[in-house]
Protein backbone atom coordinates (compact mmCIF):
# COMPACT_ATOMS: atom_id res chain seq x y z
CA UNK A 1 0.00 0.00 0.00
CA UNK A 2 1.03 3.14 -0.73
CA UNK A 3 2.28 5.60 2.12
CA UNK A 4 -0.77 7.82 1.39
CA UNK A 5 -2.91 5.21 1.67
CA UNK A 6 -1.08 4.71 4.80
CA UNK A 7 -0.87 7.85 6.21
CA UNK A 8 -5.17 8.46 5.15
CA UNK A 9 -6.15 5.17 7.23
CA UNK A 10 -5.15 6.58 10.34
CA UNK A 11 -8.72 8.43 10.26
CA UNK A 12 -9.92 6.77 7.26
CA UNK A 13 -14.24 6.38 7.92
CA UNK A 14 -16.57 7.18 4.86
CA UNK A 15 -19.81 7.62 4.67
CA UNK A 16 -21.39 6.89 0.90
CA UNK A 17 -25.14 8.18 0.43
CA UNK A 18 -25.93 6.22 -2.56
CA UNK A 19 -29.83 5.40 -4.24
CA UNK A 20 -28.29 2.24 -5.53
CA UNK A 21 -27.37 -0.52 -2.59
CA UNK A 22 -25.57 -2.87 -5.22
CA UNK A 23 -23.22 0.12 -6.60
CA UNK A 24 -22.73 1.67 -2.82
CA UNK A 25 -21.82 -1.90 -1.81
CA UNK A 26 -19.45 -2.33 -4.38
CA UNK A 27 -17.65 1.52 -3.41
CA UNK A 28 -17.42 0.68 0.26
CA UNK A 29 -15.64 -2.99 -0.51
CA UNK A 30 -13.14 -0.79 -2.60
CA UNK A 31 -12.33 1.15 0.73
CA UNK A 32 -12.39 -1.89 2.56
CA UNK A 33 -9.99 -3.78 0.62
CA UNK A 34 -7.94 -0.43 1.36
CA UNK A 35 -8.34 -0.96 5.32
CA UNK A 36 -10.81 2.21 5.83
CA UNK A 37 -14.44 1.86 7.46
CA UNK A 38 -17.39 2.53 4.45
CA UNK A 39 -21.34 2.91 5.32
CA UNK A 40 -23.74 2.98 2.91
CA UNK A 41 -27.18 4.97 3.43
CA UNK A 42 -29.55 5.12 1.32
CA UNK A 43 -31.82 7.36 3.40
CA UNK A 44 -30.95 11.06 4.05
CA UNK A 45 -31.95 10.95 8.00
CA UNK A 46 -29.96 7.78 8.12
CA UNK A 47 -26.93 9.41 6.68
CA UNK A 48 -27.59 12.28 9.34
CA UNK A 49 -27.44 9.98 12.22
CA UNK A 50 -24.43 8.44 11.01
CA UNK A 51 -22.93 11.95 10.92
CA UNK A 52 -24.23 12.72 13.87
CA UNK A 53 -22.88 9.39 16.21
CA UNK A 54 -20.08 8.24 14.36
CA UNK A 55 -18.81 11.58 11.93
CA UNK A 56 -17.09 10.51 8.96
CA UNK A 57 -13.69 11.86 7.61
CA UNK A 58 -15.25 12.11 3.79
CA UNK A 59 -18.90 12.13 2.67
CA UNK A 60 -19.37 10.57 -0.77
CA UNK A 61 -22.95 11.31 -2.34
CA UNK A 62 -24.16 9.64 -5.29
CA UNK A 63 -25.88 12.07 -8.25
CA UNK A 64 -28.51 10.43 -8.63
CA UNK A 65 -29.61 10.23 -4.71
CA UNK A 66 -32.68 12.78 -5.77
CA UNK A 67 -33.26 16.50 -7.04
CA UNK A 68 -33.09 16.58 -2.61
CA UNK A 69 -31.57 13.99 -0.87
CA UNK A 70 -27.58 14.40 -2.09
CA UNK A 71 -27.87 18.62 -1.70
CA UNK A 72 -29.82 18.90 1.07
CA UNK A 73 -27.84 16.81 3.14
CA UNK A 74 -24.92 18.63 1.57
CA UNK A 75 -26.51 22.10 3.06
CA UNK A 76 -27.63 20.87 6.10
CA UNK A 77 -23.59 19.98 7.01
CA UNK A 78 -22.26 23.11 5.66
CA UNK A 79 -24.67 25.02 7.74
CA UNK A 80 -23.37 23.41 11.00
CA UNK A 81 -20.43 24.75 12.58
CA UNK A 82 -19.27 20.96 13.97
CA UNK A 83 -19.42 19.86 11.02
CA UNK A 84 -18.88 22.25 8.08
CA UNK A 85 -15.62 20.53 7.28
CA UNK A 86 -16.56 17.79 6.15
CA UNK A 87 -15.31 17.13 2.51
CA UNK A 88 -18.09 16.25 0.27
CA UNK A 89 -17.93 14.40 -2.63
CA UNK A 90 -20.30 14.11 -5.61
CA UNK A 91 -20.59 10.71 -7.55
CA UNK A 92 -21.33 12.00 -11.07
CA UNK A 93 -21.51 10.56 -14.60
CA UNK A 94 -19.26 11.68 -17.40
CA UNK A 95 -21.41 13.52 -19.12
CA UNK A 96 -22.77 15.55 -16.78
CA UNK A 97 -19.72 17.11 -15.78
CA UNK A 98 -20.09 19.71 -18.30
CA UNK A 99 -23.57 20.44 -16.80
CA UNK A 100 -21.93 20.61 -13.60
CA UNK A 101 -19.08 22.81 -14.01
CA UNK A 102 -22.04 25.11 -15.32
CA UNK A 103 -23.94 24.91 -11.97
CA UNK A 104 -20.76 24.41 -9.69
CA UNK A 105 -20.82 27.56 -7.88
CA UNK A 106 -24.17 26.74 -6.76
CA UNK A 107 -23.16 23.39 -5.24
CA UNK A 108 -22.58 22.67 -1.64
CA UNK A 109 -19.77 20.12 -2.49
CA UNK A 110 -16.15 20.75 -2.45
CA UNK A 111 -15.04 18.32 -5.31
CA UNK A 112 -16.54 15.34 -7.61
CA UNK A 113 -15.50 12.00 -8.69
CA UNK A 114 -16.58 9.82 -11.78
CA UNK A 115 -19.14 7.39 -10.80
CA UNK A 116 -17.19 5.02 -12.62
CA UNK A 117 -13.55 5.51 -11.94
CA UNK A 118 -11.48 3.06 -11.31
CA UNK A 119 -10.49 2.39 -7.03
CA UNK A 120 -6.89 3.66 -7.32
CA UNK A 121 -8.68 6.73 -8.48
CA UNK A 122 -11.29 6.81 -5.72
CA UNK A 123 -9.35 5.64 -3.06
CA UNK A 124 -6.47 8.58 -3.88
CA UNK A 125 -8.98 11.12 -4.18
CA UNK A 126 -11.07 10.39 -0.57
CA UNK A 127 -6.96 10.03 0.64
CA UNK A 128 -6.23 13.70 -0.48
CA UNK A 129 -9.86 14.79 0.30
CA UNK A 130 -9.10 14.00 4.07
CA UNK A 131 -5.89 15.04 4.41
CA UNK A 132 -6.95 18.52 2.83
CA UNK A 133 -9.83 19.20 5.07
CA UNK A 134 -7.68 18.21 8.43
CA UNK A 135 -4.74 20.59 7.26
CA UNK A 136 -7.74 23.53 7.13
CA UNK A 137 -9.24 22.47 10.31
CA UNK A 138 -6.12 22.71 12.17
CA UNK A 139 -4.97 25.88 10.61
CA UNK A 140 -5.61 29.22 12.41
CA UNK A 141 -8.97 31.09 10.51
CA UNK A 142 -6.41 34.38 11.47
CA UNK A 143 -3.10 33.87 10.34
CA UNK A 144 -4.07 30.45 8.52
CA UNK A 145 -0.83 29.27 9.56
CA UNK A 146 -0.73 25.36 10.78
CA UNK A 147 -2.15 24.67 14.52
CA UNK A 148 -0.79 22.51 17.54
CA UNK A 149 -1.74 19.02 15.74
CA UNK A 150 0.42 19.97 12.67
CA UNK A 151 3.21 21.76 14.89
CA UNK A 152 3.49 18.43 16.95
CA UNK A 153 3.40 16.35 13.97
CA UNK A 154 6.49 18.32 12.42
CA UNK A 155 8.04 18.56 15.39
CA UNK A 156 8.26 14.78 16.00
CA UNK A 157 9.20 13.97 12.47
CA UNK A 158 11.87 15.90 12.39
CA UNK A 159 13.17 14.14 16.06
CA UNK A 160 12.28 10.77 14.53
CA UNK A 161 14.67 11.46 11.28
CA UNK A 162 17.28 12.77 13.74
CA UNK A 163 17.44 15.78 12.43
CA UNK A 164 19.53 18.87 13.59
CA UNK A 165 17.00 22.18 14.20
CA UNK A 166 16.36 24.53 16.80
CA UNK A 167 12.38 25.61 17.72
CA UNK A 168 11.71 29.23 18.70
CA UNK A 169 8.43 29.51 20.86
CA UNK A 170 7.63 32.97 20.16
CA UNK A 171 5.10 35.15 22.91
CA UNK A 172 4.15 38.41 21.83
CA UNK A 173 4.37 40.31 25.94
CA UNK A 174 1.77 42.91 26.94
CA UNK A 175 -0.90 41.74 24.08
CA UNK A 176 -3.35 41.79 26.13
CA UNK A 177 -3.27 45.24 27.50
CA UNK A 178 -3.31 46.43 23.91
CA UNK A 179 -6.26 44.41 23.22
CA UNK A 180 -8.35 45.66 26.33
CA UNK A 181 -6.95 49.07 25.17
CA UNK A 182 -8.02 49.02 21.61
CA UNK A 183 -10.49 46.15 20.90
CA UNK A 184 -10.19 42.90 18.94
CA UNK A 185 -9.96 44.26 15.47
CA UNK A 186 -7.03 45.99 16.46
CA UNK A 187 -5.94 42.97 18.87
CA UNK A 188 -6.70 40.51 15.86
CA UNK A 189 -4.51 43.09 13.24
CA UNK A 190 -1.31 42.70 15.38
CA UNK A 191 -1.62 39.07 15.62
CA UNK A 192 -1.82 38.89 11.75
CA UNK A 193 1.26 41.42 11.66
CA UNK A 194 3.03 39.49 13.98
CA UNK A 195 2.64 36.54 11.51
CA UNK A 196 3.81 37.89 8.61
CA UNK A 197 7.02 39.91 10.15
CA UNK A 198 7.83 36.32 10.65
CA UNK A 199 7.30 34.34 7.76
CA UNK A 200 9.01 37.11 5.98
CA UNK A 201 11.90 37.26 8.65
CA UNK A 202 12.07 33.47 8.43
CA UNK A 203 11.98 33.51 4.43
CA UNK A 204 15.23 36.02 4.55
CA UNK A 205 17.11 34.16 6.65
CA UNK A 206 16.72 30.81 6.37
CA UNK A 207 14.78 29.95 3.02
CA UNK A 208 14.92 26.14 3.21
CA UNK A 209 13.56 23.88 5.41
CA UNK A 210 11.94 25.96 7.78
CA UNK A 211 8.26 25.97 9.32
CA UNK A 212 5.74 28.37 10.97
CA UNK A 213 2.92 27.50 13.36
CA UNK A 214 0.27 29.39 15.26
CA UNK A 215 -0.04 27.76 18.56
CA UNK A 216 -3.36 29.86 19.21
CA UNK A 217 -3.94 33.44 20.85
CA UNK A 218 -0.76 35.14 20.68
CA UNK A 219 1.72 32.05 20.66
CA UNK A 220 3.79 31.48 17.74
CA UNK A 221 6.21 28.62 16.35
CA UNK A 222 9.04 28.46 14.18
CA UNK A 223 10.93 25.87 13.12
CA UNK A 224 14.76 26.09 11.11
CA UNK A 225 17.79 24.01 10.46
CA UNK A 226 19.86 24.97 14.31
CA UNK A 227 22.45 27.63 12.67
CA UNK A 228 20.13 29.55 10.99
CA UNK A 229 17.94 30.50 13.74
CA UNK A 230 20.33 33.16 15.65
CA UNK A 231 19.67 35.80 12.46
CA UNK A 232 16.19 34.32 12.47
CA UNK A 233 15.40 35.69 16.19
CA UNK A 234 17.13 38.76 15.30
CA UNK A 235 15.67 40.29 12.08
CA UNK A 236 11.93 39.16 13.42
CA UNK A 237 13.37 41.05 16.53
CA UNK A 238 14.43 44.31 14.52
CA UNK A 239 11.43 44.08 12.19
CA UNK A 240 8.73 43.69 15.12
CA UNK A 241 9.78 46.38 17.40
CA UNK A 242 10.37 48.65 13.95
CA UNK A 243 6.89 47.97 12.55
CA UNK A 244 4.52 46.76 16.07
CA UNK A 245 4.18 50.53 17.19
CA UNK A 246 2.54 51.67 14.79
CA UNK A 247 -0.28 49.82 15.66
CA UNK A 248 -0.75 52.22 18.99
CA UNK A 249 -2.16 55.63 19.14
CA UNK A 250 0.25 58.94 18.68
CA UNK A 251 -0.43 59.93 22.38
CA UNK A 252 0.31 56.21 23.19
CA UNK A 253 3.37 55.34 21.22
CA UNK A 254 5.14 58.56 22.00
CA UNK A 255 4.50 58.33 25.73
CA UNK A 256 5.84 54.72 25.47
CA UNK A 257 3.04 52.53 27.35
CA UNK A 258 -0.95 52.53 27.78
CA UNK A 259 -2.57 52.75 30.57
CA UNK A 260 -5.06 49.64 31.16
CA UNK A 261 -6.26 47.83 34.04
CA UNK A 262 -4.19 44.62 35.01
CA UNK A 263 -5.60 40.48 35.67
CA UNK A 264 -5.89 41.42 39.27
CA UNK A 265 -8.38 44.97 38.09
CA UNK A 266 -5.94 47.73 39.11
CA UNK A 267 -4.92 50.57 36.91
CA UNK A 268 -1.43 49.89 35.61
CA UNK A 269 0.91 50.82 32.38
CA UNK A 270 2.11 48.58 30.48
CA UNK A 271 4.95 48.89 27.73
CA UNK A 272 4.56 48.82 24.16
CA UNK A 273 4.23 45.29 22.89
CA UNK A 274 7.85 43.16 22.94
CA UNK A 275 8.51 39.85 21.28
CA UNK A 276 9.54 36.65 23.66
CA UNK A 277 11.57 34.16 21.34
CA UNK A 278 12.66 30.69 23.70
CA UNK A 279 14.75 28.64 21.84
CA UNK A 280 15.47 24.81 22.19
CA UNK A 281 18.07 22.92 19.99
CA UNK A 282 17.71 19.55 18.77
CA UNK A 283 21.53 19.42 18.23
CA UNK A 284 22.17 15.97 19.11
CA UNK A 285 19.46 13.52 19.05
CA UNK A 286 18.91 14.34 22.71
CA UNK A 287 14.73 14.96 22.35
CA UNK A 288 12.36 11.85 21.72
CA UNK A 289 8.38 14.00 21.59
CA UNK A 290 7.65 17.60 20.94
CA UNK A 291 6.18 17.22 24.51
CA UNK A 292 9.65 17.60 25.88
CA UNK A 293 10.70 20.38 23.78
CA UNK A 294 7.55 22.45 25.41
CA UNK A 295 8.73 21.61 28.68
CA UNK A 296 12.23 22.98 28.05
CA UNK A 297 10.53 26.15 25.84
CA UNK A 298 8.03 26.75 29.09
CA UNK A 299 11.52 27.10 31.68
CA UNK A 300 13.07 29.60 29.33
CA UNK A 301 9.98 31.86 28.72
CA UNK A 302 9.81 32.45 32.38
CA UNK A 303 13.18 33.96 32.20
CA UNK A 304 12.45 36.12 29.39
CA UNK A 305 9.52 37.84 30.75
CA UNK A 306 11.87 39.39 33.43
CA UNK A 307 12.26 41.81 31.25
CA UNK A 308 9.76 43.90 29.73
CA UNK A 309 11.66 44.47 26.19
CA UNK A 310 11.85 41.51 23.25
CA UNK A 311 14.55 39.43 23.27
CA UNK A 312 15.90 35.66 22.55
CA UNK A 313 17.38 32.94 24.62
CA UNK A 314 19.09 29.65 23.48
CA UNK A 315 18.96 27.02 25.63
CA UNK A 316 22.18 25.41 25.68
CA UNK A 317 21.94 23.01 28.32
CA UNK A 318 23.33 19.22 27.59
CA UNK A 319 20.68 16.82 27.99
CA UNK A 320 20.66 12.77 27.64
CA UNK A 321 18.24 10.78 26.65
CA UNK A 322 16.30 8.75 28.84
CA UNK A 323 11.83 7.99 29.72
CA UNK A 324 12.59 11.68 29.93
CA UNK A 325 14.46 14.65 28.85
CA UNK A 326 17.00 15.36 32.04
CA UNK A 327 19.66 17.81 32.32
CA UNK A 328 22.85 16.38 32.38
CA UNK A 329 25.28 19.49 34.00
CA UNK A 330 23.24 22.42 34.67
CA UNK A 331 24.18 24.75 37.21
CA UNK A 332 21.77 27.70 38.99
CA UNK A 333 24.41 30.53 37.40
CA UNK A 334 24.13 29.01 33.68
CA UNK A 335 20.99 30.94 32.95
CA UNK A 336 21.33 34.63 32.06
CA UNK A 337 20.49 37.55 33.66
CA UNK A 338 17.29 39.32 32.13
CA UNK A 339 19.30 41.94 31.30
CA UNK A 340 21.45 40.39 28.98
CA UNK A 341 18.49 38.44 27.17
CA UNK A 342 19.72 39.73 23.05
CA UNK A 343 23.22 38.23 23.88
CA UNK A 344 23.27 35.24 26.46
CA UNK A 345 22.00 31.91 26.58
CA UNK A 346 20.97 29.05 29.69
Known sequence: MSSLAETASERGRILIFHSDKTHGG???Q???THRLTATVCNDGTM???VVYNEP???ILVHQNIGPHGGSALAQVLREDNVFAHLPIL???HPEEVKKLAFDGADLPFDDFIHEDAEDAELVTRAHLSIRRAHRQLDASPLTRLPGNNSIAKELDARIARREEFAVVYADIDHFKAFNDRYGFARGDEALKLTARLMINSVNSESP???Y?????GDDYVIIVPADRVQGVCERFIANFDGIIPSLYDEEDRARGFIRSVNRQGRKEDFPIMAISLAVVANTEGQFEHAGQ???????IKKELKKTPTSGYMIDRRRYVRGESVRRADTRPDDAATPEALKSESL
Open 56 to 58: PDV
Open 47 to 49: ALA
Open 293 to 299: LVSVAAE
Open 30 to 32: CFL
Open 90 to 92: LLV
Open 26 to 28: RIA
Open 212 to 216: VGHVG
Open 208 to 210: ERH
